[in-house]
């Protein structure tokens, strides 16, 4: 029997395990956590579930059960960064609201588009032309990360709230570059990697990418 997949919201991941346990699938607590692979399975992968990214569990080793116990009434407060070579789009959620946004981009890429950093790290030696690029790139990134900083400043000083996590989709190359410096309000927050899965950043796929982090998928192999 093939495998059959749903994708669900995050506030419908109990009903939707306990009706599996009722049909006679693994229960919940037989479900445990493969953080390599990023979900809840039990010893035969009968039963596949990826939690939604905004839920994700941060330790290996946890049953549904005891996730599904913890799963809060309300999403709270979430960041959401997509990042290229010269482009990055980032947004603030509140219960699923957005409340906080920025759009960004600057010249960086060479004439055959390829990013002026990227083209160094494979080539060595900067020639000219490539000085106003390097600069661009640098100041993008720390202008995200002042953003960043600021928003979640204010939550905590003016709002009281605490980020529950950052959601960051970007190259391995670029998520190195954006923690060169730190980010002092993020130390310690939570990083869920999303991959290069996304489209060009702007305001539509940051909204896209933050519907598709509040969704989980379920599936049953035979």
Request: charge should be neutral; include cysteine.
């Amino acid at each position: 029997m093939e495998a059959v997949g749903e994708s669900f919201w995050w506030n419908q991941a109990e009903p939707l395990l306990d009706g599996l346990a009722a049909r006679g699938y693994p229960a919940p607590e037989q479900l445990i956590y493969d953080q390599r692979r990023g979900v809840f399975a039990d010893a035969e992968d009968r039963v596949l579930l990826r939690p939604p990214a905004v839920l994700s569990p941060s330790e290996p080793g946890l049953d549904a059960e005891t996730w599904l116990e913890d799963l809060p009434s309300r999403l709270g407060l979430h960041l959401l960064v997509l990042l290229r070579a010269g482009a990055f789009a980032a947004g603030l959620w509140e219960d699923a609201e957005l409340i906080q946004h920025k759009c960004q981009k600057r010249y960086v890429s060479r004439g055959r588009g390829l990013a002026q950093s990227t083209y160094l790290a494979k080539r060595g030696t900067s020639r000219y032309g490539s000085r106003l690029r390097l600069q661009n790139a640098a100041r993008l990134l720390e202008e995200l990360r002042q953003r960043l900083d600021d928003w979640i400043r204010e939550q905590s000083q003016v709002q009281g709230r605490g980020v529950e996590c950052l959601l960051l989709g970007a190259p391995v190359r670029m998520r190195a570059r954006l923690f060169e410096a730190p980010i002092p309000t993020a130390k310690g927050l939570p990083i869920h990697t999303l991959g290069q899965d996304f489209a060009e950043p702007c305001f539509e796929e940051l909204g896209r990418q933050y519907r598709l982090c509040c969704q989980g998928e379920l599936r049953i192999n035979g």
